[in-house]
T-cell receptor, first 115, second 118 residues
Framework: KAGVTQTPRYLIKTRGQQVTLSCSPI?????VSWYQQTPGQGLQFLFE???????NKGNFPGRFSGRQFSNSRSEMNVSTLELGDSALYLC??????????????FGPGTRLTVT | AQTVTQSQPEMSVQEAETVTLSCTYD???????LFWYKQPPSRQMILVIR??????QNATENRFSVNFQKAAKSFSLKISDSQLGDAAMYFC???????????????FGAGTQVVVTP
């Protein structure tokens, strides 16, 4: 099976702009989670989507949003970018939680730089 | 809220030797999952090993094994016969088994950088 894919891999934006990142989960996986990784804060959970519904959200401002499509692909959007949003954004997919497996499988990440 | 602590920022090991990474966590839950992930310089997070809290037996995956001490809330990772390819940042992670406010959420530690010397 193909792994989790994320596009684009690298992105440079200017303060105040907005950005959309995309994530395609492993085929058959219906849950998609997003994480922000920075040197100062480490890995922080942004949100999780399952069946096009956001089921859980981390402690991030409303500028961070996301959605999931019927094919389980997910996008996250950051509006009004700030310098502190520079980070590696990781997407992870997981099978339907009712199954025994709770592992999350990660994509390669999108490196966002805000100037 | 659960917290995961990795107290070793960096560990160095020679090839073919063994290194143990420590992880402690704080939770009031009785059922949960623990994971070790590896993040090499490519930044791709790779699942190394998982442990279900209800299982007494420690998980093992080839050269990787864990020492799970539920009462002590400790979850250490042992890498045996270390190889150059093991050099990476290693993260310990916790996931609740039931709590709905933990859907899809892994709680990560700060990570331990493993350096492998020839």
């Amino acid at each position: 099976k193909a792994g989790v894919t994320q596009t684009p891999r690298y992105l440079i934006k200017t303060r105040g702009q907005q950005v959309t990142l995309s994530c395609s989960p492993i085929s058959g996986h219906r849950s998609v989670s997003w994480y922000q990784q920075t040197p100062g804060q480490g890995l922080q959970f942004l949100f999780e989507y399952f069946s096009e519904t956001q089921r859980n959200k981390g402690n991030f401002p409303g500028r961070f949003s996301g959605r999931q499509f019927s094919n389980s692909r997910s996008e996250m959007n950051v509006s009004t970018l700030e310098l502190g949003d520079s980070a590696l954004y990781l997407c992870a997919s997981s099978p339907y939680p009712g199954q025994s497996s709770y592992e999350q499988y990660f994509g390669p990440g999108t490196r966002l730089t805000v100037t | 809220a659960q917290t995961v602590t990795q107290s070793q920022p960096e560990m160095s090991v020679q090839e073919a030797e063994t290194v143990t990474l420590s992880c402690t966590y704080d939770t009031s839950e009785s059922d949960y999952y623990l994971f070790w992930y590896k993040q090499p310089p490519s930044r791709q997070m790779i699942l190394v090993i998982r442990q279900e809290a209800y299982k007494q037996q420690n998980a093992t995956e080839n050269r990787f094994s864990v020492n799970f001490q539920k009462a002590a809330k400790s979850f250490s990772l042992k890498i045996s016969d270390s190889q150059l390819g093991d050099a990476a940042m290693y993260f310990c992670a916790y996931r609740s088994a039931f709590a709905t406010d933990s859907w899809g959420k892994l709680q990560f530690g700060a990570g331990t950088q493993v350096v492998v010397t020839p």
